[in-house]
């Protein structure tokens, strides 16, 4: 009976153990499930929340679980979005073979801590503080410049702004060669919702990434809301006699270099940064920098097309 009582109580053992490990296997599912579909590849939940946390600010790290995980929630799709087409422009360049060598990406990690007057050892704690290992930003910063080259070779080097275009420009807008003075803007825009204090509080949630350190650009590729994210907000040049006297109101006092306050518009708010001021002392000036501003406008089209043609010959499923 004492041998019977034995077995018992090491088949309990061995069913509890079971039990358990059912229960984390079902976890770690759960945990690292599949959110979405990339061709061959996954994203899953892990990927996902990585994300998030890398681009969390300081103030939503610093608050409890609950509400960290609620505000995480509500922005899940949003970043799945991006993280897609990241993988959709990543695939497309391995199809293309734009390697990015180990060198370059040394030039690079060099090249910022240089702009930024910074040893290695500042460089790597830097890096921790923002959630990254060196390792880890080596493979982000890698990414990053075979995106651009991607984008240099299909969307930006086929860009072509006639005189033509440019000519019909200025006829569309007679005042335009009167004037001498304008502006070379980048923006970050949060569409109005139904909740003002919710929007002032994600702007508000902006302006601290910023004033961490991050770059104004990165900071409008990952949360603004229109077109020009995807180029860091860059507005390119626009007059004074085009802007609205919302935003004439938050430049008057600003130099090159400097970020407004958050504003209100007639759609949501704005964050600008003045990249500079600039005054045509000739015609010529004038025309290169109507040029350029149609430039940036092509490119926001043709971006957005491009991305949505990689899309569409791509199999992607959403399981968010």
């Not at 019909?168 to 004037?179: C, G, H, I, M, S």
């Amino acid at each position: 009976m004492e041998v019977l009582g034995d077995m018992k109580k090491v088949l309990v053992f061995f069913f509890i153990c079971a039990v358990f490990f059912v229960q984390n296997v079902q976890a770690a599912i759960l945990l690292d499930k599949v959110m979405a579909i990339v061709n061959k590849e996954v994203i899953t939940w892990s990927d996902l929340y990585r994300a998030m946390e890398f681009e969390a600010t300081k103030p939503v790290k610093a608050m409890k679980d609950e509400e960290r995980r609620r505000i995480f929630r509500e922005s899940e799709m949003m970043f799945l979005e991006k993280l897609i087409d990241k993988r959709l422009v990543l695939q497309e360049a391995e199809a293309l073979k734009i390697i990015v060598s180990e060198e370059e990406v040394n030039g690079a990690v060099k090249n910022i801590m240089d702009k930024y007057s910074m040893k290695e050892d500042a460089f790597k704690e830097a890096m921790k503080r923002e959630g990254f290992t060196l390792a880890q930003y080596r493979k982000s910063l890698g990414e990053q410049i075979t995106i651009g080259r991607l984008v240099d070779h299909d969307v930006r080097n086929k860009i072509v702004v006639s005189e033509a275009e440019v000519d019909k420009y200025f006829a569309d807008n007679p005042n335009l060669a009167k004037e001498s003075e304008g502006y070379d803007l980048s923006q970050i825009f949060i569409k109005k919702t139904n909740s003002n204090a919710q929007t002032e509080a994600k702007v508000k949630e902006i302006m601290a990434k910023i004033k961490e350190g991050s770059s104004f650009a990165a900071v409008a590729q990952q949360y603004s809301e229109d077109a020009t994210a995807r180029i860091g907000g860059s507005l390119g040049f626009i007059k004074k006699s085009e802007l609205s006297p919302e935003f004439i109101k938050a430049l008057a006092t600003l130099k090159p270099g400097e970020m407004s306050d958050p504003f209100w518009g007639a759609n949501g708010m704005h964050i600008l940064l003045v990249n500079e001021v600039m005054s045509f002392k000739d015609q010529k000036e004038l025309r290169n920098a109507v040029k350029q501003k149609l430039f940036e406008e092509k490119f926001n089209d043709q971006y957005k097309n491009w991305l949505k043609g990689l899309r569409e010959k791509a199999y992607v499923e959403i399981r968010l």
